[in-house]
Every structure is written in C-alpha cells, then in structure tokens.
C-alpha cells in the first residue's frame, strides 16, 4: 500500500528539504539487510530509506527500485559502489526509474557526481574524515554522511563527537550523523552540533521490518560488545565478538587466503560476476588504499561472511556488522514505531533544553 505516515510531529531542517522526507533520519544501506521490504517501511514512515546495491546484481538492483516505487510514493534512495565495474550502468538505471538520492560507501568521482546531478538526483556521500568532506563538497556533492568510529561495517577511529564538529565546520551543505545513534536523544544532539539529521544503521536492522532472521536478530539483542577487526576484508570492520571472528583473529594468512579464494569463487556463481570483473573490482578497491593482493582477496570474505548471518540465518558461520549502539538495543519495533519515538523523543529534548536556557539565570 503506498502512502507516507509517520508521526505527527515535524523537524523541519536542511536535510528533508532537500531530499523531501518528513524526518531527518537515514536508513543507511546495509548489504543483504536494506532490501525493499526494509526500504519501503523507513519511506513510509517520513525516514530516508537506502537501497544496498553491492550485493545485488544489475537486474535484481532494477526489480528492487521498481518493488519500493510499487509500495510507496516517498522518496527513497540507492547506496551505490562508486569503484564498482559497471557504476556507470547502475547510474543510468537510478535516472531512468527516477531515484531520489544516490548515496555511496566511498567518496565518488567528480565525473559520477556531475552525471547524478545533472539528472536532478541528490548524491550523499559517506566519509570518515574531514578533509573526504572538503573534497567531495567541492565537486559538488549535495550533503555528506560522516561516519564516526561508533558506527558498525567500515568504520574509522575517530569519534562521531569529534568528527561531526569538524565536518559541520569545514563544508557548507547539510551534514548527516552517523555511528552510535539509536534513539531521539541522539537525533537532538546531533542538531545541537549543527547536523542535518541522523542515519543508523544497527537500529534499524533490529527492527520488525528488517529481513534479518530472527534468531540473528536475537544475537543482536543478546549482545554487549563488538570488536573492530582487519581479517575480514583487510580494512577496519566493527562486527559482533563471535567464535567465528575469534577464529579469523588467529587465523595465519594462508588459512585466511584459502578462505578468501573459496568465498570469492561462492560470490562469483552468486553475482554472475566473471573473475575478470572481480578482478577489476579489485583493481579499483586497491587503487588508493594501502592494501596487498592479498587483503585484496580476502575482500571477496566479506558479502558470503554476510550473507552466511543476514540471509542464511547461520550466525556461528558469518560475520555481523554491528555499531556500538547495539549494546542498548533491546526491543524490535516496526520502523513506524521507531522513527516516530525518534522524532518526539527528539523534539521534546530540543524544546527542554530551550525552556532550561530561557528559565535560567
């Protein structure tokens, strides 16, 4: 059913004007878990919801924004793999069906960023630091994600209360806040620091309208700590604590080598991929960063670590990506009931602190 509830109450900022959103809250776009069933309920509920493409292919990226177009008339966006080997294709198929926001895990092109917005499409950068924000706002980005170390996936070592100052300081279009935001609180202290509004990842993956199986999900619940680990991809990546990640730890580089070829072989029969296209993917990822072939390799771990948990239901046999902020989760409501909670949680913190301030001495 189409249509865009949500709650009563509005935050009005820099964000939902220009992505046209009741509610400056971002659904960020988690591989295997941002499908369309999850996208659609943020959307319907006034949040920004982000499609994860890297873990689909071409054809299955097409039915997926035709899905969420079929279920709601609220914008919704596409995360989108900027060094991917057909990014170009992914684009033209954002235009011709009319996407909203492109969104990307890595600071784009300046060429991918002039394509989108000669279409008329908002293109949202993520980055880790402020001199990635300063450069993809100078080639004409419309806002930037900042990902502080809380945040789970990908991650880097400063703090979101450090980083968010900085980038909000240092660039002039809107600013989202993510890692370690989980409920309205949040949402109000980041406004505070000049944010646009927030994104979250782990919260909205313990939802009801997450796909996430639910006896993964009650890993998460269940859980108290995550670990921030290089053997999964060969970058920092903040996951669960699990028996499986404890194994990749100890694990030599011939151990983690072998492993890397078996699931890259898996994602190729999977995506449809040839190995010359995953070979050109690794190119890309490697061109840089400071990475070996072989840290190269083992990023083939990643999407069948991922899918292992998130589809298969088997947590003693994949890898999951969690945020900070999952050791204050404790319940699944639906994305409806959480963003509302958000927002007026949010706005009653804002309008406290403003009666504490003009009350005062």
């Known amino acids: 059913m189409k249509g865009q509830g949500g709650s009563g109450q509005v935050l009005d900022t820099p964000l939902t004007r220009l992505t046209g959103v009741r509610h400056p809250v971002v659904q960020t776009g988690m591989g295997w878990v941002a499908g369309p069933r999850l996208v659609t309920a943020v959307a319907n509920a006034g949040g920004l919801g982000i499609l994860a493409s890297a873990t689909m292919t071409l054809d299955r990226l097409a039915d997926a924004v035709r899905e969420v177009r079929d279920r709601t008339d609220a914008p919704f966006g596409v995360n989108l793999r900027a060094d991917a080997s057909d990014a170009g294709d992914r684009i033209d198929l954002l235009v011709r069906e009319g996407v909203r926001v492109a969104s990307f895990a890595l600071a784009p092109r300046r060429e991918l960023i002039a394509r989108l917005k000669d279409a008329g499409i908002v293109v949202i950068p993520s980055v880790g630091a402020r001199r990635h924000a300063e450069k993809v706002a100078a ?191 404790d319940d699944l409501p639906t994305c409806a009931e959480l963003i509302e909670a958000i927002v007026r949680r949010a706005a009653e913190a804002i309008t406290a602190q403003r009666s504490a301030v003009v009350g005062g001495p």
């Open 139 to 329: 080639w004409g980005a419309d806002a930037v994600l900042v990902q502080g170390g809380e945040g789970g996936g990908h991650t880097g070592a400063v703090a979101t209360t450090l980083l968010l100052p900085q980038v909000v300081d240092a660039v002039d279009i809107p600013v989202i806040a993510a890692g370690g935001f989980f409920d309205g609180r949040g949402l109000a202290a980041a406004l505070a620091y000049g944010a646009a509004g927030v994104a979250m990842g782990t919260r909205f993956l313990l939802t009801a309208d997450s796909p996430v199986p639910d006896a993964v999900k009650r890993v998460y619940l269940d859980a108290a700590d995550t670990i921030v680990t290089r053997q999964v991809d060969g970058m920092p990546h903040r996951v669960l604590r699990s028996g499986l990640v404890e194994a990749l730890e100890s694990s030599g580089r011939v151990a983690l080598l072998v492993r890397a070829l078996r699931n890259g072989a898996r994602f190729k029969r999977l995506s449809g991929m040839s190995w010359r296209e995953m070979i050109a993917d690794g190119r890309a990822m490697r061109h840089g960063k400071d990475l070996s072939w072989s840290q190269v390799m083992m990023a083939a771990n990643t999407p069948m670590l991922l899918k292992a948990a998130m589809v298969d239901g088997r947590p003693d046999l994949g890898v999951m990506a969690s945020g900070q902020a999952v050791g204050v989760i």
